[in-house]
């Protein structure tokens, strides 16, 4: 039997599990989406050994594609060998691998997404029924979990780079990029930005705006948030990062072709606790000037100490149980 198993289940879900990697005095054993190449280039320094199990259905689809990948999931979780403790990320991903694990004896716990404030995600809210405990990043989320929430402070990497005061607007939106905002983005007289695409193809606005920099991924995103002097994002963990780790004056944009994902109630409320701008999804906008006089008023982040580290003390703690 081996320690700890982290289920990292793609983009925000695997900065969870890479944060925790981070600060843990050995290397975990991880699982990630079958596939996900940039799940497997945040870890594979981290990690001891990795698994690889097909993710259900991407923030678009619905439970009819979960369905279908259903006994390849199944296969791929039950070859995985048994561990004392676990720890899911959230999504849809972790359900199964870490069902199985519950099934193995081992001990469950799950991460809330930090953008639950009003809602429970449905991956955790599963997973909270035979976890012993769920990980939340705010004391706002108690609510939530009443019973086995766990406030341990947002859960974020070490900081790898001084903060410094940039001269480039970042927009950075995730692994699956924000197509509406980017073209109301493209639109505005601005003379330095630097726009993270995500599956969204950046040679669609290169032309557009030959002095701004786009790119698709970097697994280095944090050089370019530590360097910015104002981050544009969604409802995602990159805000939370930006805020807690290189205290940067945000903007969320919510998003709301994330069906699956967190209300526009919980994502303003998110903001709030960050003390970062909301904006409404760009489709319900008047006019591009909404996004550029929130650039010109953006709020100034709140102050939050690291909750990395009190986690996995809890997490240490565990393992030495018998």
Known sequence: ???LLIIA??????????AIAEYLPFKPDFVIPEND?????????????????????EPNEGNIQFLKNIFKILSQSGKIEKYRVVIAT???????????????????????SQDRIVTRGKAIRLISYFSKGIFLHWKEQKKLYPKKGIVVGPIVEKPKY?????????????SQGFKELFNRLINLDLENVVVQTGKIDPNIYKDKKPNWKFFSFDPDIEKWIAKAKLIITHQGKTAMEAVVMYKKPSIIVYNKSWIYAA???????????????????????DSDEVLLKAIEKANKPKDYEIGTQKLVDLILSELTRK
């Open 162 to 174: 001084k903060a410094e005061n940039g001269d480039y607007i970042l927009v950075t939106t995730g």
């Open 90 to 112: 959230g999504s849809n991903h972790s359900i199964i691998p870490s069902f199985v694990q519950y099934l193995k004896r081992a001990r469950i716990y799950g991460i809330e």
């Open 1 to 3: 039997m081996s320690e």
């Open 37 to 57: 190449k940039n799940s497997e280039e945040m870890i594979k320094n981290l990690a001891r050994k990795i698994y690889y199990v097909k993710k259900g259905k």
């Open 263 to 285: 209300t526009k109630e919980d994502s303003r409320l998110y903001a709030e606790i960050l003390g970062a701008t909301f904006l409404d999804d760009p489709s319900t906008w």
């Open 9 to 18: 289940s793609g983009g925000g879900h695997t900065g969870f599990g890479r």
